[in-house]
């Protein structure tokens, strides 16, 4: 167990659907990145948070949003769902946030659009 | 472009037989390179780490060797265990800084 906590586990949805994923870092750590991991593309970074500011932006779709609240937890959006964005998502996170930092990933939510 | 790959989708091997996973890399910039293990079902998980300022780094019954004349990375597993069945990523950290950048993994199956 990592420590890092995504919800939910499994989400179902239909294409135009709008939908949200959770993720709450380990204690302690103040960085949060998102990846996505599909069969097409392998595990891609997606975005970055630290402290509640957003740091690195990787192949994130503009359909797709994330924000770091005060309390460190962190909320994926995915909008206009298409059925390209089946996939795991995963939360990672890290201390600092640094480029030596180790990310401790959490279980992921798959996600199915239908 | 950045761009790490390796070079088998695929390995099997006998439990108690050492295990190679390789890995090719095309960004001669990257310094940093992880080797990561995902269990079905689950995330990645961190097995080692190695700077381009070394070739060689040794873990638990892990080591990692880095080769950059041809930009090439290997995991190395001594006696490989059914426990050790997953699929192998390794991944550099990108030109931003702090995102990992993945290849497309190995699935390493262990048989008894």
């Known amino acids: 167990d990592s420590g890092v906590t995504q919800t939910p586990k499994h989400l179902i949805t239909a294409t135009g659907q709008r939908v949200t994923l959770r993720c709450s870092p380990r204690?302690?750590?103040?960085?949060v990145y998102w990846y996505q991991q599909s069969l097409d593309q392998g595990l891609q970074f997606l975005i970055q948070y630290y402290n509640g500011e957003e740091r690195a932006k990787g192949n994130i779709l503009e359909r797709f949003s994330a924000q770091q609240f005060p309390d460190l937890h962190s909320e994926l959006n995915l909008s206009s769902l298409e059925l390209g964005d089946s996939a795991l998502y995963f939360c990672?996170?890290?201390?600092?946030?640094?480029?030596?930092?180790?990310?401790?990933f959490g279980p992921g939510t798959r996600l199915t659009v239908l | 472009g950045e761009n790490v790959g390796l070079h088998l989708p695929t390995l099997s091997v006998q439990e108690g037989d050492n295990s190679i996973i390789n890995c090719a890399y095309s960004?001669?910039?990257?310094?940093?390179f992880i080797w990561y293990k995902q269990e079905s079902g689950k995330g990645p998980q961190f097995i080692i780490d190695?700077?381009?300022?070394?070739d060689k780094r040794q873990g638990q019954r892990v080591t990692v060797l880095l080769n950059k004349t041809v930009k090439h990375l290997s995991l190395q597993i001594a006696a490989t265990q059914p426990g050790d069945s997953a699929v192998y990523f390794c991944?550099?950290?990108?030109?931003?800084?702090?995102?990992?950048?993945f290849g497309k993994g190995t699935t390493l199956s262990v048989s008894s």
């Open positions: 990672a996170s890290s201390v600092a946030g640094g480029p030596l930092d180790e990310q401790f």
């Open positions: 960004n001669s910039a990257s310094d940093y």
């Open positions: 190695i700077r381009s300022n070394m």
């Open positions: 204690s302690g750590d103040l960085s």
């Open positions: 991944a550099e950290r990108s030109q931003a800084g702090t995102a990992l950048i």
